[in-house]
């Protein structure tokens, strides 16, 4: 601890003093390049600032509902589309089924602060075997499902858009194994670029924003896919059309 | 530890290329890579209009990176984040081994970032007697056998199963396993009580939105989530020219950078953290910091050929698409950042003197040019780092003997080709020796007492050489009209 002592003391006088230092020898290299960049018409041409962004046509008259169905099991997640509360009840309960009978002993859920999600979770309480409401970062792990609701849906992508300042979902969208979210299907938007708009509310976005396209997925080992890294292995996402 | 550096690239070079393991899996990865990257690439009918507009917003950033760095920096300190700003690697490392010890942290969790992989500064950790551990899956097999990263996206691209098995079995404890579902799930369960344990999470950062001061990542495992959500305190290590102007711009980068990476639409995750949480309620670390990093990255302003350098958004597409690094992988190139991008970046950023290699890396094809999202030129880019090894010697390089040869043989080039009579005189010496080479119908390797006459050996150890036709194009010519 000692060999601390010693970097403690410059690094804070450093501070400052490194960010002048970087700034100007920003400021001073750039100054270099000046009569270089004036040669350089290709930069020139290119630095013509660009306005707007780039609009994705799709032309595709596909619903988005089925747009965004269809992009989220290229991706390996699963959708089910329910038309009313009973159906949905349903969904939730042949999930559950489905898990008990091919990779959870347990059905122990943790459920964001949305309301509605708490509501339709009792639902099914009968089915389950513990239900929690947002347990902290020491419990988290002890949870094989998290049940949450969405921000946004992307269609293009198959995307959730989660905002933590709306909902307390950020650990138990990532921490247990399965991840199951209840989006309403007025909710979903084409194009990443129309969820990023809606993520910037009078120039300010929320602390943290998560995009979610499927479940966690690596290919580090000899290029070869395996789902499930460190997020969860089982994405569903249940659309109330 | 592997201690191969770029000073000995055309030995490690040539090490790889007897590697028949690591060849093909390079020849997998590359093509495979390749044309995912492709396909991504097609689905999109303006592709070219978002790498022109991605360069430009690049341009646009690095033209006034010290304004839009401000503007950035002020926009997520109004939020919570702490800046702290390194001129160097040992800067860095220092800060945040400052940062680390003043909270009385043992334990790191670590998801990728190749600018600690820059900085070193898992070994500056280790130093000051804190664990830290790698959680992207690779970069986790790369810690475990104590080696680097062979590929900006796939770090552990060069192991095989039964290597990562045998690892598993002799650092895990691991029962016997070539099954890969089996691994990867061995990787998660080691590494959650880690993240459960970790007192500080260590991120990189893949762009910093100046408009709102917001730090985005983007991830595919889950892991840079985790290490961002779960410790209380995160560190974010970022290099001065990852910021982009505006939120909205996110959307062309996130359209490039998967595709030519992974050849994905979308990575599975991504991360758009700006400063701390506001609620002391909510989930999440209670302190951000981030950590810029110049260190060389400044100097690259001063020429606009260097300068796009910095335009680089690290996807690896370059790698897959080199014939030179095809076949020699990452580790040849002795540096952190392998491939095209990595011959002009290295230098640049360690300076020339322990890498004059690497600019030489390469045939000049192209290739990298082409797939690059952001059009950096890298060929245009190597070309200028040649001409200051061989031309100006600047001081970096006054001990570069091997290419004051180089220099001369173009003097002699030039010479030759801007003088008719000269350029005629020495095809037709050329057509007279040659005949003591050509050994059925072509110059194949020189040996002998011709090796010591002729500048031809490093070509002919590799390959055949055509000779010279017996007439000149002139001379059929002149022949013909003869006949007529």
Request: proline fraction near 4%; charge should be neutral.
């Amino acid at each position: 601890m000692l060999r601390f002592a010693r970097t403690d003391m410059q690094t804070r006088t450093n501070n400052s003093s490194a960010r002048e230092a970087i700034l100007e020898s920003i400021r001073s290299h750039l100054s270099l390049s000046k009569n270089l960049d004036a040669r350089e018409e290709e930069i020139q041409h290119k630095t013509a600032r660009v306005s707007g962004l780039v609009s994705t046509v799709i032309s595709d008259a596909t619903p988005v509902v089925d747009l965004f169905k269809a992009s989220l099991e290229e991706v390996d997640g699963h959708c089910l589309i329910v038309h009313d509360e009973t159906e949905l009840v349903h969904a939730l309960t042949d999930i559950m089924r489905n898990l008990r009978q091919t990779k959870l002993s347990s059905l122990r859920v943790a459920v964001s602060d949305n309301s509605e999600v708490q509501r339709l979770t009792s639902l099914i309480a009968l089915d389950l075997d513990e239900i929690a409401v947002t347990p902290s970062a020491a419990d988290v792990f002890g949870f094989d499902i998290g049940i949450s609701g969405a921000q946004a849906g992307i269609a293009e992508t198959g995307t959730l858009l989660l905002d933590s300042s709306r909902e307390r979902h950020r650990l138990v969208s990532l921490v247990p194994p399965v991840h199951i979210a209840i989006l309403d299907a007025s909710q979903i938007v084409t194009t990443l670029g129309e969820a990023l708009s809606l993520m910037q509310k009078d120039e300010q976005v929320s602390p943290i924003v998560t995009l979610v396209t499927g479940p966690s997925r690596t290919a580090d080992i000899e290029l070869t896919l395996a789902i499930g890294v460190h997020g969860p292995q089982d994405l569903y996402v249940i659309v109330r059309s | 530890m592997n201690h191969v550096t770029s000073e000995t690239f055309d030995q490690n070079a040539r090490a790889a290329l007897g590697d028949v393991q690591l060849r093909g899996a390079l020849r997998n990865a590359t093509s495979l890579f390749g044309r995912r990257r492709l396909a991504a690439a097609r689905s999109l009918d303006n592709w070219e209009d978002l790498r022109n507009q991605a360069r430009a917003i690049k341009d646009d950033v690095l033209l006034h990176l010290d304004s839009y760095l401000e503007q950035f920096v002020a926009n997520a300190e109004r939020r919570g984040a702490q800046f702290h700003w390194a001129r160097d690697a040992a800067e860095a490392n220092a800060i945040i081994c400052k940062l680390a010890s003043e909270r009385g942290a043992r334990t790191i969790v670590k998801s990728k970032s190749m600018t600690t992989e820059e900085t070193h500064l898992n070994n500056a950790l280790e130093a000051a007697d804190i664990q830290v551990v790698e959680t992207d899956l690779g970069e986790y097999i790369i810690q475990l056998a104590e080696e680097t990263p062979s590929h900006i996206i796939a770090p552990a691209i060069h192991k095989t199963k039964h290597q990562i098995a045998e690892l598993f079995t002799q650092e895990l404890g691991m029962p016997p396993t070539d099954d890969i579902a089996k691994l990867t799930s061995t990787a998660r369960t080691t590494l959650r009580d880690r993240f459960a344990a970790a007192d500080i999470g260590i991120s990189g950062v893949n762009f910093g939105i100046a408009e709102t001061g917001t730090i985005l990542i983007v991830e595919n495992e889950g892991n840079i989530r985790l290490t961002t959500s779960l410790p209380r305190v995160h560190i974010a290590v970022m290099g001065i020219e990852k910021v982009i102007p505006r939120f909205a711009d996110a959307d062309i980068f996130l359209k490039l950078l998967p595709r030519s990476g992974t050849g994905q639409r979308l990575t599975t995750y991504q991360s758009f953290i700006t400063g701390t949480r506001t609620n002391p309620e909510s989930e999440g670390p209670e302190e951000v910091h981030v950590v810029l990093l110049d260190n060389g990255r400044s100097r690259m302003l001063s020429h606009p050929v260097t300068r796009q350098s910095l335009a680089c958004i690290r996807c690896g597409a370059c790698l897959n698409a080199c014939p030179v690094y095809q076949q020699i992988g990452g580790h040849a190139y002795g540096s952190v950042y392998p491939g095209p991008i990595g011959a002009v970046i290295t230098p640049q950023l360690m300076g020339l003197e322990k890498t004059q290699q690497l600019p030489y890396a390469s045939s000049l094809c192209g290739a990298c040019r082409e797939v690059c999202p952001v059009k950096i030129d890298i060929p245009r880019l190597l070309l200028h780092l040649r001409s200051e090894i061989t031309e100006h010697g600047s001081p970096a390089v006054a001990q570069v003997k091997k290419r004051t040869s180089e220099r001369a043989a173009f003097k002699v080039w030039r010479m030759t080709m801007t003088r008719p009579w000269l350029y005629k005189l020495s095809a037709r010496l050329g057509r007279l020796f040659q005949v003591v080479l050509i050994r059925d119908g072509k110059i194949g390797e020189v040996k002998g007492i011709a090796r010591l006459a002729t500048p031809l050996t490093a070509w002919t150890s590799n390959r055949d050489l055509r000779p010279i036709e017996r007439q000149s194009f002139r001379e059929v010519w002149r022949a013909s009209l003869r006949k007529n």
